[in-house]
T-cell receptor, first 115, second 115 residues
Framework: AQSVSQHNHHVILSEAASLELGCNYSYGGTVNLFWYVQYPGQHLQLLLKYFSGDPLVKGIKGFEAEFIKSKFSFNLRKPSVQWSDTAEYFCAVNARTGGSYIPTFGRGTSLIVHP | KAGVTQTPRYLIKTRGQQVTLSCSPISGHRSVSWYQQTPGQGLQFLFEYFSETQRNKGNFPGRFSGRQFSNSRSEMNVSTLELGDSALYLC??????????????FGAGTRLSVL
């Protein structure tokens, strides 16, 4: 069965620090990759996605992620975080299994940014 | 346009009871997926409904069931509740243009506590 691993469960940074959240998945076939974010008191929402093409994708609020197929990774990055980036971040993979697909989420990374 | 609406927001039940949760998708979205979110397991996919048919199913026991109505609204039912069913249940809707590439829009969730 496919799985998604997010290595950092809790990350604490100061404003202006750089961020990288790791995401690895286990599946050898074609995948679509997503990062979702849940700000305090808000719904889960899409941050960015990768389907095909340029492996470096840009999302909202200055976030980007790089798909490295050989490493089965889709790490999220931001050069300079802000206090408003405090949230929980989820990596997700859609992979075809037989005739259907099962979306699989990582357990999430809680990011706290101190002003 | 209105987002995904889940009712009720909170529920308290006792072991052995059953519960029904409701989800109204974004207007025009025909796919509704359900997830269980717990601190230990993260988001786990329960099932997806599209055009009143279950299209995908996660690895949950048969106590968890769902249905979708002709207006795309969906209900999820859990019978014979167990303590371990305490969780946040999230509903997500999508256009389901291609399944794997769908972006999901999440509701606020229903928090179920089983005593």
């Amino acid at each position: 069965a496919q799985s998604v691993s997010q290595h950092n469960h809790h990350v604490i940074l100061s404003e202006a620090a750089s961020l990288e959240l790791g995401c690895n998945y286990s599946y050898g076939g074609t995948v679509n990759l997503f990062w979702y974010v849940q700000y305090p008191g808000q719904h889960l929402q899409l941050l960015l996605k990768y389907f095909s093409g340029d492996p470096l994708v840009k999302g909202i609020k200055g976030f980007e992620a790089e798909f490295i197929k050989s490493k089965f990774s889709f790490n999220l990055r931001k050069p300079s975080v802000q206090w408003s980036d405090t949230a929980e971040y989820f990596c997700a993979v859609n992979a075809r299994t037989g005739g259907s697909y099962i979306p699989t989420f990582g357990r999430g990374t809680s990011l706290i940014v101190h002003p | 346009k209105a987002g995904v609406t889940q009712t009720p927001r909170y529920l308290i039940k006792t072991r052995g009871q059953q519960v029904t949760l409701s989800c109204s998708p974004i207007s025009g979205h025909r796919s509704v997926s359900w997830y269980q979110q717990t601190p230990g397991q993260g988001l786990q996919f329960l099932f997806e409904y599209f055009s009143e048919t279950q299209r995908n199913k996660g690895n949950f026991p048969g106590r968890f069931s769902g249905r979708q109505f002709s207006n795309s609204r969906s209900e999820m039912n859990v019978s014979t509740l167990e303590l371990g069913d305490s969780a946040l249940y999230l509903c997500a809707s999508s256009l389901r243009t291609s399944g794997m590439s769908d972006i999901q829009y999440f509701g606020a969730g229903t928090r179920l506590s089983v005593l």
